[in-house]
C-alpha cells in the first residue's frame, strides 16, 4: 500500500496537478491583464515548490514509518500518545508548502534581483489573489495526498488508527 500511495503521489506532482493548472485554473492563476506566462511560472515558480513540499512529505512519511515500526507500545494510551505528533507534522508539512509557494513565487526573484517576467520590471510573480487561495488550498490537498493517504494505509495496525479518519474508514479494528 506504501509503494502504491507514494506512486499516486509521484504522478500527482509531477504530472496531474501542472496539466490541471494549464487546463482547469489558468485563468485563476494567471489573473487579467498582468502579462504573466502561466508555463514559465509554472516551470519556475509552482513546480519547484511543489516538488520540495512532496520532498518534505516522503521525509516525514519516511521518518514516521520508521518511528511507529520500531516502537512497541505497551498500552492504548501510548499508542494515542502520537496522535499529536501526527498532527504537529501535518500542520507543518502545510506551513513549509505555503512557505515554498512564497519563495519560488516572490523572494527567489527578490533576492537575485532579476524579473521573471521579461521586460515588466517586477522582482517576483504576481499571482492574484484567487491563485493565491488556489494553491494554498492545493498545498492541503498535497499533504493529503502524500502523507495522510499512505500513513493512513502504510501505518503499522497499532499505530494506523492514531491517523485522522481511520477509525470512520478503517472500522476500530
Not at 493548472?21 to 489573473?31: M, P, R, S
Not at 511543489?50 to 518534505?56: D, I, R
Request: net charge positive.
Amino acid at each position: 500500500m506504501l509503494l502504491a500511495t507514494v506512486a499516486l503521489g509521484v504522478v500527482w506532482i509531477f504530472i496531474a496537478q501542472n496539466w490541471i493548472f494549464l487546463n482547469l485554473f489558468a485563468g485563476l492563476l494567471v489573473g487579467p491583464g498582468l502579462g504573466m506566462d502561466l508555463n514559465n511560472y509554472l516551470q519556475l515558480g509552482s513546480s519547484p515548490a511543489f516538488t520540495v513540499l512532496w520532498a518534505g512529505c516522503m521525509s516525514a512519511l519516511l521518518i514516521w514509518i520508521g518511528v511507529t515500526w520500531s516502537a512497541t507500545p505497551r498500552s492504548s494510551g501510548q499508542t494515542r500518545m502520537m496522535q499529536p505528533m501526527w498532527w504537529i507534522a501535518a500542520v507543518l508539512l502545510s506551513v513549509f508548502g505555503w512557505i515554498c509557494l512564497g519563495w519560488f513565487t516572490i523572494f527567489t526573484w527578490q533576492v537575485s534581483g532579476l524579473s521573471p517576467i521579461d521586460g515588466s520590471g517586477m522582482n517576483f510573480y504576481p499571482v492574484p489573489a484567487g491563485g493565491w487561495i488556489l494553491l494554498m488550498g492545493f498545498v492541503l490537498l498535497d499533504v493529503v495526498i502524500l502523507f495522510w493517504l499512505p500513513t493512513l494505509l502504510a501505518s503499522p495496525r497499532t499505530y494506523r488508527l492514531v491517523v485522522p479518519g481511520a477509525v470512520t474508514l478503517l472500522g476500530s479494528r
